[in-house]
């Protein structure tokens, strides 16, 4: 079974850092990309960027001009998305998806909720 | 970006009902198309890749279809469970961009 695990919900202040992680199980964690997407309040899913777990590259949106950073850690099978410099509206529900072979996301974690507030 | 719309927005429909939700794609995109239904506070769930085929252990009552700008897909007989909210997702080309959703309610 595959499973995908994020951490736990966080609170910021604007201007920092939040480290979002994700946990897999239940397949090779090197064969599968690993996507972040978020949700805004009363917005749609915004793609943020992804990584080839395999050689640790990654492509970003470029709404996030520098501020998002996505790695892995393949010895736990985990994959981290984090975002500096935080804003207001960063204020989302923030999901990692693998990215199956035909391209589609075919398994979701359980999402992650980010609220950023003075 | 690819622009993706769907339609309706929302939509009220009874158990055992046939229901229709499209999407449209601002360019083409082949049949890099998906479907996934989400219910509140729970992850996303694939139901359909390649605009037309279903995930493993989807129920067969979800029917994808369309190439190139034009995508549907029909739940031919609804049950409980499928009250929640569809998105289709383009994945042809980055950024990946979803529909708004539509969100399927009990009649």
């Known amino acids: 079974q595959v499973h995908l695990v994020q951490s736990g919900a966080e609170v910021k202040k604007p201007g920092a850092s939040v480290k979002v992680s994700c946990k897999t199980s239940?397949?090779?964690?090197?064969?599968?990309?690993i996507h972040w997407v978020r949700q805004a309040p009363g917005q749609r899913l915004e793609w943020m960027g992804w990584?080839?777990?395999?050689?640790?590259?990654?492509k970003n949106s470029q709404n996030f001009q520098g501020r998002l950073t996505i790695t892995r850690d393949t010895s736990a099978s985990t994959a981290y998305m984090e975002v500096s410099s935080l804003r207001v509206e960063d204020t989302a529900l923030y999901y990692c998806?693998?990215?199956?072979?035909?391209?589609?996301?075919?398994?979701w974690g359980q999402g992650t909720l980010v609220t950023v507030s003075s | 970006d690819i622009q993706m719309t769907q339609s309706p927005s929302s939509l009220s429909a009874s158990v055992g009902d046939r229901v229709t939700i499209t999407c449209r794609a601002s360019?083409?995109?082949?049949?890099?198309l998906a479907w996934f239904r989400q219910k509140p506070g729970k992850a996303p769930r694939s139901l359909i890749y390649?605009?037309?085929s279903l995930q493993s252990g989807v129920s067969s009552n979800f029917t994808g279809s369309g190439s190139g700008t034009d995508f549907t897909l029909i739940i031919s007989s609804l049950q409980p469970e499928d009250f929640a909210t569809y998105y289709c997702?383009?994945?042809?080309?980055?950024?990946?961009?979803f529909g708004q959703g539509t969100k399927l309610e009990i009649k």
């Open positions: 997702q383009q994945y042809d080309d980055y950024p990946c961009t």
């Open positions: 390649a605009a037309s």
């Open positions: 360019q083409g995109i082949s049949n890099n």
């Open positions: 239940g397949y090779t964690f090197a064969s599968y990309d």
């Open positions: 990584i080839n777990i395999g050689n640790g590259k990654t």
């Open positions: 998806a693998r990215r199956g072979v035909y391209g589609d996301y075919d398994y």
